[in-house]
């Protein structure tokens, strides 16, 4: 007799995105990836050999003091948040902070509101937590932007957080300090913890990043999701961080004994030598960025899919209502019919459909192939 899955499981979306990373046709360009394509700092690795002597060890569950130290220089220095060593808990990526930063602050059937679209990780983790996600729909015309006037429509008393995602996936979108005071106060006058997730808090271009932690008499609502995947190319070393009020930092670390135990003690060693690189590194990365964010949001858009420039990530996230309403139909046919992946709207929510989510982590000579490539299927339709 075959043992069962659980429902859980069973419930979980399908991710086009994993389908895309298995898929081995070398004449496939894909434009879907949701990490850098540059190599992790050279300077990174001068004198790995030593660390790894130091590396077969597990290192405390709530990080090591090293590497704290570095990272509150870091916030100080770069988010203008206040931290000590007990409001930090590293983690295997900051995805896994997310986890369990729920486990430790939502009960069952309790409510967290998350905006959709968004990151396609958050409403499977919370629900496989068995919390209640709320959506709050982002609108094109209001540039994916999170309307404060709705979000105060979903809180109940259920509610127990917000979910943010600022510069955000899929829509590359930069909260402005207006915004993020509307919901500073929201959370304040409700007593709701925010969930800030500042993964590509440097992969940004236009508009200045502001972590929600650094506004006045928010310190012990807010927890700041950080990680060294996007600024240091560093996704496969699994390195992230949360801050947290103190006593929240204690659960965390308390749960995190019983999922990964630690953070690799080798990434936490690079992490230190991350943190204390010139900053040169990264704003050349994102220098590069800006100039393939300017080739293919022109090319989208002059090839008919209304595509907003974004104001920070890698990411372009283009209306194709127009052509379809059904966005993985979409994708599954250009990627059978043209060779180029892209990642359908759906992926990060309801209303995501009738979009596409086109990455610029790709070098632009295969940006520019994939883009004539997509320019030839649209023309189809």
């Known amino acids: 007799m075959m043992n069962n899955i659980s429902k859980r499981e069973l419930e979980l979306p399908e991710s086009f995105i994993d389908k895309l990373m298995a898929l081995k046709d070398k004449n496939i360009i894909s434009l879907g990836p949701g990490e850098p394509d540059f190599a992790a700092p050279k300077p990174l690795f001068n004198g790995v050999s030593k660390l790894a002597k130091k ?20 916030l100080k220095r770069d988010n203008r948040i206040d931290a000590n060593p007990e409001n930090i808990v590293v983690t295997c990526g900051s995805q896994e902070a997310i986890v369990l930063t ?41 540039n994916f932007s999170i309307n404060t006037d709705e979000l105060k429509k ?25 915004v993020l005071e509307e919901i500073a106060d929201i959370a304040i006058e409700h007593n709701l913890y925010i969930l800030s997730d500042e993964a590509y808090e440097r992969i940004i271009y236009d508009k200045k990043h502001i972590s929600i932690a650094s506004l006045n008499g928010m310190q012990n609502n807010v927890i700041t999701f950080q990680t060294f995947s996007k600024t240091f190319a560093m996704c496969g070393f699994r390195l992230g961080y949360c801050v947290a009020p103190e006593k929240l930092a204690k659960a965390i670390t308390k749960i995190h004994v019983y999922t990964t135990i630690c953070a690799p003690t080798i990434s936490q060693l690079l992490g230190i030598k991350a943190l204390a690189l ?20 022109k090319r989208l858009n002059d090839m008919g899919l209304r595509t907003i420039k974004p104001d920070g990530a890698f990411y372009t996230f283009s209306n194709i ?6 966005s993985r139909k979409f994708a599954e046919r250009l990627l059978k019919e043209a060779k180029v992946g892209v990642i359908p709207g759906t992926e990060f929510g309801r209303y995501g459909e009738g979009y596409i989510r086109c990455s610029f982590a790709t070098e632009c000579k295969l940006i520019e192939k994939a883009l004539d490539r997509l320019e030839k299927f649209v023309k189809k339709f």
């Open 278 to 297: 010139n900053k040169k590194y990264t704003d050349a990365m994102v220098c590069e960025y800006k100039r393939r964010r300017e080739l293919i949001v």
């Open 321 to 326: 209502k127009h052509l379809t309403d059904n």
């Open 154 to 178: 979903l809180i109940d008393p259920k509610t127990k957080a917000i979910v943010i995602n600022t510069p955000a996936n899929p829509t590359g979108t930069v909260l402005t300090r207006d």
């Open 55 to 74: 590396a077969n060890h597990y290192s405390p569950p709530g990080g090591r003091p090293e590497l704290k130290e570095a990272i509150i220089k870091k």
């Open 102 to 142: 729920v486990l430790s602050t939502v009960d069952v059937a309790e409510q967290i509101i998350i905006p959709n679209p968004s990151f396609l990780g958050y409403s499977p983790t919370i629900e496989l937590l068995d919390v209640t996600p709320v959506y709050l729909p982002l609108k094109e015309e209001e």
